[in-house]
């Protein structure tokens, strides 16, 4: 390392108003040193071995006379290594350890901290390199004796204009040891002026939104960067900046929240609308509007493609099975163990004949046949009885209707594209819409709609659930689409069997 000999002199000599000007003593008011900032000084507990007797990244350096006498290593401040110096008699110059220049920011202030054993008074200053290659030198602190005991120093300073590489170094002028160990240098880092005032914030909802007149709405808030909350309009007064209060408006009303901040001021409002009184309940109305999934004539589809849905959406579903396609095995139809494990799943199995004929048409003993054998195949099959039914072709007279209460059912389905069940409906020939491809969902979720509003019960009639068929097919994506729909707007969900307990006597 070059070194000038009169510039060091000089350095050291500086009259402390001008040092006050170029370097700082002190911690900067508004400086912090984050903990996670790296040391800059390289080997910095001088662990590491360099050459020609020296740690690596450092050398020992000195000017006038008598010359130190450098040592490495000896044994440091709770570790194997350190460095020391020893000036026999008094000198006209100093000694020091120096370590290797870091780049370092002009304007920026770093912290230096040593560990260090003396047992005279010591000096600590730097040498900074400028971007032209010139090197000049500053004075950072005067460190009194340790008392020959290992004592930690820290002092800061201010890196001047133009400067690029910093070597900071603790000397011994004086005739004495100086030994010095765990060295850091590390940048400080401003505390950044505080934030300006954040920007109000404010949520104020009612709920619910709409009423009859005498029932209640709650209204909440929350404010954020505010000190005070102040209502108007249909309600007054000072307010916490969080909250909520219970209304009773007997007349549409809008309730004001302003609220004011350092930042600015915000206000919102919510309405709470006063409906008129529901009318009374209509004759045949149910307590609640009420739909039903049914499925016709034992399609595989149905199982394969229509059932997965159901069980996802968590609703069940009405299978209305004709038998001989079941019993005999027959290609695309539904086999028994699929009837099983539909009824196991906990839907509604229910009659549909064995042959699926117009019983209309029909002896009263081939009647009989048809709605007798077909039900105790099913029960016998499922374990679960069977109440419901569902007249093929939707063809029905009183004949077939009687011999269905004979034969233990209580309920049976036909068809009526227009109509929904009221609790009053008859309930051997309840009204259903049966799909077909020409239907668009608009036209169902019509319906749905119309029952859920009117109170009314609505039952959908679905024969294969699959992509391309005949005109009573139903793609899986419409079917999706309309269950969906049945579980967004709310409607209540029932089987067959479940509806038809809710009817009038």
Sequence with gaps: MVTDTHDIARAR??????????????VFPGATYAQSAPNLIQNSSFET???NGNPANWARTAWGTPTPTFTYPVSGNGSAKAVQMVLQSN???????QPAAVTVEAGATYTYTTWYKSNVATEIDVAYTKSNGSISYGWIADVPSSGNVWKQFTA???????????????????????????VSLVKASTTPPPPPPGAPTLTFTASPTTVTAGQQSTLSWQAGNVTSCTASGAWSGSKSLSGSATVAPTQTSTYTLSCTGSGGNISKQATVTVSAQPPPPQPGQFTEGMVSLTFDDSW???YTNALPILQQAGVK???????????EAWNTFMTPNQVKDIAQKGHEIAGHTITHADLTTLSQSAINREIKNSKTYLQNLTGQAVSSFAHPYGAVNNTVKNLLKLAGYTSARGIDYESLNLSTSDKYDLKSMCIETSNPVSEIKAQIDGAKANKQWFILCIHEV????????MTPAKFQEVVNYIK????????????????AN
């Design 49 to 51: 071995s360099g050459t």
């Design 466 to 473: 699959k992509d391309g068929g005949d005109q009573y097919t």
């Design 13 to 26: 000599k500086v009259s402390a108003a001008v040092a006050a000007v170029l370097f700082s003593l002190f």
């Design 317 to 327: 579903g009405t299978f209305y099975l004709t038998t001989q396609p079941i019993q």
């Design 488 to 503: 967004s707007v709310g409607i209540k969900v029932v089987t067959v069997k479940e509806g038809w307990a809710l009817m």
């Design 156 to 182: 800061s300073f201010t890196v001047p204009s133009g400067s690029v590489k910093a070597s900071p170094y603790h000397i011994l002028e004086k005739t004495g040891t100086l030994a010095i160990d765990d």
């Design 300 to 302: 595989t589809t149905q």
């Design 91 to 97: 000198s006209t110059g100093d000694g020091r350890w």
